[in-house]
């Protein structure tokens, strides 16, 4: 049995028909269900049961059917529409998000860097303080000469 790539000759002739033979099914259950309807309310006026009410009840599954291999037969060019449409609104979403959130992502960066400098600090040695660069005590919160947090 030979491999045949996506969208080869196989495929294309599979596309076809099912773009053919899914709106042909959907179009005969639509008839279907309109004669059945008809049969149903033409028969208002007489004391006779519909006679051809079955074609409604045949109609339904046919429409159903007809969707159904519709939807296999066109959902490749759903699919590239959709993503036609939304790419570009993710992609201005993501570089949004990304600009919109550039600051906050370098002090948490910095904030790391300076948590593991502390860790690599031995007791006892002095802190400088970020904004001002004075030295600090090992155990002290602020800064003594500017106020800063440390």
Not at 77 to 98: C, F, H, M, Q, S
Request: one cysteine or more.
């Amino acid at each position: 049995m030979q491999d045949e790539q996506i969208g080869g000759k196989r495929h294309q002739t599979i596309r076809t028909l099912l773009r053919l033979l899914g709106p042909l099914v959907l179009l005969v259950g639509v008839v279907f269900v309109i004669a059945g309807i008809a049969s149903f309310f033409s028969s208002f006026g007489s004391h006779e049961p519909p006679s051809n009410f079955w074609c409604a009840i045949v109609g339904i599954p046919l429409i159903g059917i007809g969707g159904g291999i519709c939807h296999y037969a066109f959902i490749g060019a759903v699919a590239r529409y959709v993503v036609n449409e939304t790419a570009p609104i993710a992609k201005d979403a993501v570089n949004y998000l990304g600009k919109g959130t550039q600051d906050g992502v370098t002090h948490v960066i910095q904030a790391i860097a300076e948590g593991a400098a502390a860790a690599r600090r031995p007791d006892g040695a002095p802190i400088l303080c970020r904004a001002c660069k004075a030295s600090n005590e090992a155990h002290a919160k602020f800064c003594n000469r500017c106020g800063t947090a440390l």
